[in-house]
């Protein structure tokens, strides 16, 4: 079953504005990653936060992770139509050996 | 600094046909090496993993098969493609199992005919 779910399964925007999308999650995580992938292309790893961190930054991107409630959310601001593509959050979890397992991933569409 | 390398891009076989898909690292030694399969819309599903030359995890019972034949290879291999393996193939490497980043490759798109 999927550990990571993302919210909303797409979103459309103005450039400029700001984009958030959630994730939550079921059991206990090591760490999640957030990645985005333009279409076709592999993914591209954007920011990992540890289960013992509550929020991290990175350029224009700012990751929330909130353990008590399971879920993280990824806030990307003064969206760029280059900002265009899926992102996915993935959680670390420890079950016998990690396995990184990835959500089905949020669509943004930025409109130039 | 580290690379890696997927190939080919696409690919259209027919039913029935083998398969072999290669991925390569550059720049590290000892690579966590990973295949996922990512249909189309979805999340990605792990397939095969490994921590060393000859050692390989599966994940999920399935028609494919995995070889790490030196540390910065990784094969993905199918006596006889079926149509449900069709989807969109990443590999990826990291430092370490957990705690660590994944770095994934450009992918193959297959289709099974």
């Known amino acids: 079953s999927q550990q990571g779910e993302e919210d909303p399964q797409a979103l459309s925007i103005q450039e400029g504005e700001n984009a958030t999308m959630n994730c939550s999650y079921k059991?206990?995580?090591?760490?999640l990653q957030w990645y985005r992938q333009n279409s076709g292309r592999g993914l591209v790893h954007l920011i990992l936060?540890?289960?013992?961190?509550r929020e991290k930054h990175s350029g224009r991107l700012r990751v929330t992770l909130d353990t008590s409630k399971k879920s993280s959310s990824l806030l990307i601001t003064a969206s760029r139509a280059a900002d265009t593509a899926s992102y996915f959050c993935?959680?670390?979890?420890?079950?016998?050996?990690?396995?990184?397992?990835f959500g089905a991933g949020t669509r943004l569409f930025v409109k130039a | 600094s580290q690379t890696i390398h997927q190939w080919p891009a696409t690919l259209v076989q027919p039913v029935g046909s083998p398969l072999s898909l290669e991925c390569t690292v550059e720049?590290?030694?000892?690579?966590?090496l990973y295949w996922y399969r990512q249909a189309a819309g979805r999340g990605l599903q792990l397939l095969f993993y490994?921590?060393?030359?000859?050692?390989i995890s599966s994940e999920v019972p399935q028609n494919l098969s995995a070889s790490r034949p030196q540390d910065r290879q990784f094969i993905l291999s199918s006596k006889k493609l079926l149509l449900s393996d069709s989807g969109f193939y990443l590999c990826?490497?990291?430092?370490?199992?957990?705690?660590?980043?994944?770095?994934f490759g450009n992918g193959t798109r297959l289709t099974v005919t």
């Open positions: 990826a490497w990291s430092v370490t199992r957990g705690n660590s980043p994944l770095h």
């Open positions: 059991t206990s995580i090591n760490n």
């Open positions: 936060i540890r289960s013992n961190e």
């Open positions: 993935a959680t670390d979890a420890y079950t016998g050996g990690f396995k990184t397992i």
């Open positions: 720049g590290t030694s000892n690579p966590n």
């Open positions: 490994s921590v060393g030359i000859g050692q």
